[in-house]
């Protein structure tokens, strides 16, 4: 795919572009470059230094930190219609995390200088991008929180809840145990014996197509999150 029409259709629900004219988003799309990544393939590692923003048109990637002792921590998973790669593109710092795709991935690569020249001309967007990765940020905190402080089987519940509001989470590969496990900071096993007690209970049911919640009040019990 060449054909930069369906990234800026995009750009154009971005919040952190709003209020930029057509002229200036349209020649920030033409600025881009397609890329298609295999499985598995490292779209960017840690530590290097990237010049590039991303936009994930489709597929879905894994955002992650390698220990000394090889252990991965999955920060996040990235599904199609996101933009990443916010702090190493600006800042001009090497990358803080590795991605790497999960599945085939079309991704737009577009080019700091290109953003920089749109951050120039127009000042409001600086203030909307830090905004974005502010958001982030927060979610980054929580997770360090929720490592800390909850068990697997509340960190499991969360997650589930966090990825669907009508209780069906169709499988990717996102969703097998070995890539859950490494975001929920644990083990595969650890997370089988959640999972056995999670269904005995009543609350979800998972099959090779699904993950469905059966008790969406329970499992909010689980992942001890308060009503209001």
Same mark, same amino acid.
């Given at each position: 795919?060449?054909?930069?029409?369906?990234?800026?259709? %995009?750009?154009?629900? $971005?919040?952190f572009?709003?209020?930029? /004219?057509?002229?200036?988003?349209?020649?920030?799309?033409?600025?881009?470059? =397609?890329?298609?990544?295999?499985? /598995?393939?490292?779209?960017? =590692?840690?530590?290097?230094?990237?010049?590039?923003?991303?936009?994930?048109?489709?597929?879905?990637?894994?955002?992650? @930190?390698?220990?000394?002792?090889?252990?991965e921590?999955? !920060?996040?998973?990235?599904?199609?219609?996101?933009?990443?790669?916010?702090?190493?593109?600006?800042?001009?710092?090497?990358?803080?995390?590795?991605?790497?795709?999960?599945?085939?991935?079309?991704? =737009?690569?577009?080019?700091?200088?290109?953003?920089?020249?749109?951050?120039?001309?127009?000042?409001?967007?600086?203030?909307? *991008? *830090?905004?974005?990765?502010?958001?982030?940020?927060?979610?980054?905190?929580?997770?360090?929180? +929720? !490592?800390?402080?909850?068990?697997?089987?509340? @960190? $499991?519940?969360?997650?589930?809840?966090?990825?669907?509001? &009508?209780?069906?989470?169709?499988r %990717?590969? =996102?969703?097998?145990?070995?890539?859950?496990?490494?975001h929920?900071?644990?083990?595969? +096993?650890?997370?089988?014996?959640?999972?056995?007690?999670?269904?005995?209970?009543?609350?979800?049911?998972? &099959?090779?197509?699904?993950? %469905?919640?059966?008790?969406?009040?329970?499992?909010?019990?689980?992942a001890?999150i @308060?009503? +209001?």
């Open positions: 795919m060449t054909d930069p029409s369906p990234l800026l259709k %995009r750009l154009q629900t $971005f919040e572009l709003h209020g930029l /004219d057509h002229e200036t988003i349209a020649a920030l799309a033409k600025s881009a470059v =397609w890329k298609v990544f295999a499985p /598995d393939a490292v779209v960017f =590692w840690e530590g290097d230094t990237e010049t590039n923003l991303y936009y994930l048109q489709y597929g879905s990637l894994k955002a992650l @930190r390698t220990a000394s002792d090889g252990r921590q999955v !920060l996040r998973f990235l599904d199609a219609g996101e933009i990443f790669n916010e702090i190493g593109v600006l800042a001009k710092r090497p990358n803080p995390v590795t991605a790497v795709a999960l599945e085939e991935s079309g991704i =737009w690569l577009i080019p700091r200088h290109a953003l920089e020249e749109v951050v120039m001309k127009h000042p409001q967007t600086a203030l909307q *991008i *830090i905004g974005n990765m502010a958001d982030k940020i927060i979610s980054l905190v929580t997770l360090a929180s +929720d !490592l800390s402080l909850k068990t697997v089987e509340a @960190r $499991f519940a969360k997650l589930l809840l966090d990825s669907t509001d &009508d209780d069906v989470i169709e %990717r590969r =996102w969703t097998n145990q070995t890539e859950m496990a490494s929920l900071g644990t083990v595969p +096993d650890v997370l089988s014996r959640v999972i056995r007690e999670l269904t005995k209970a009543g609350l979800i049911e998972m &099959d090779k197509q699904q993950i %469905r919640i059966l008790d969406r009040a329970g499992l909010a019990e689980r001890m @308060r009503g +209001d």
